[in-house]
């Protein structure tokens, strides 16, 4: 399926809510919840969000569109949440989140962006030449992964719990 | 982590809504979208998820509570979802969905399960011994596995879009 900007924007718009009604006043258990060492939880996840909406997608999105001679883009810090998200509860960063992700939307509908800007091309600092259209499909794609990882890491909790049932829930094991 | 009442509740209290804001209001491309042949689409996911409302997780629990010389469960219908969700549309299954579920929940609060019946068992037609304890985390496991692939399901339609950030994009291959 090709990148359509109303399409991705109808799932960009949802993603706050999203995981508002996930994760929002559930325990700790959950929130808390890794996959294993060295992998998040579902109160990480919502900080690495964060720190996109605030240095990849947007800021990204304007180089490409500025078209200056360097357009070449800050490489992604994936661990800045760990730094960023101390002493926030995570009520404050699905606020957070949700705040920035709506600044974000009114930039990009500013945009009016038609299908030759989307054809603008920036440079990725590992994969070289990207168009601006691969990087709005990215921001829909990173989204909906970290939904499933957030529901996923949540799942494995109940690894040993559901029993037999184990072998029906692939997703236990994934 | 154990199975705790009231923590697997909180998940399932939250899934219709989490799915509502998911899937209301989206495209088509969205919400009949699939990983290929043999495989669901958000659309069949929800109905699959009604069926399980009526006939898998209440009345096996009842079966189990009951404790009758017969505990044996009737095997779910993995298929019911195509005859029974015709000619609705996804909206009206999410409202079916919300309904059922806030009636089960309901139900089951007023078992007042103790640590006693949660260990109570019925019979599995595949598995044969469960307890009650693990059908009720198997409902809970089966809600989070599903969310996550209504997302997997909606990103792999990206998997092209995204050009070389497929390869930052492990949900695109799983």
New interface residues.
């Given amino acids: 399926?090709?990148?359509?900007l109303?399409?991705g924007v109808?799932?960009l718009t949802?993603t706050p809510?999203?995981l508002?009604?996930?994760l929002a006043?559930?325990?700790a258990?959950?929130t808390d919840?890794t996959e294993g060492p060295e992998t998040w939880s579902p109160y990480v996840i919502v900080g690495h969000l964060i720190h996109g909406e605030r240095t990849d997608w947007i800021p990204r999105a304007q180089i490409i569109l500025a078209q200056g001679p360097n357009r070449r883009f800050t490489p992604y810090d994936r661990f800045a949440q760990f730094r960023d998200s101390q002493g926030k509860s995570l009520g404050d960063l699905i606020d957070e989140f949700e705040r920035l992700r709506a600044d974000n939307l009114k930039a990009l509908a500013g945009w009016r962006l038609t299908g030759a800007k989307l054809a603008l091309q920036g440079e990725?600092p590992e994969?070289?030449t990207?168009?601006l259209?691969?990087?709005l499909?990215?921001w829909?794609?990173?989204d909906?992964?970290h939904?499933?990882?957030t529901?996923?890491v949540?799942?494995k909790?109940?690894?040993?719990?559901?029993?037999?049932?184990r072998?029906y829930?692939?997703?236990?094991d994934?």
């Fill in positions: 399926m090709e990148f359509d109303t399409q109808q799932v949802r809510g999203t508002r009604s996930v006043g559930l325990d258990v959950w919840a990725h994969f070289g990207v168009t259209r691969q990087l499909a990215t829909v794609a990173h909906l992964g939904i499933a990882q529901a996923r949540m799942a909790q109940y690894r040993e719990a559901v029993g037999p049932w072998a829930l692939p997703i236990l994934r």
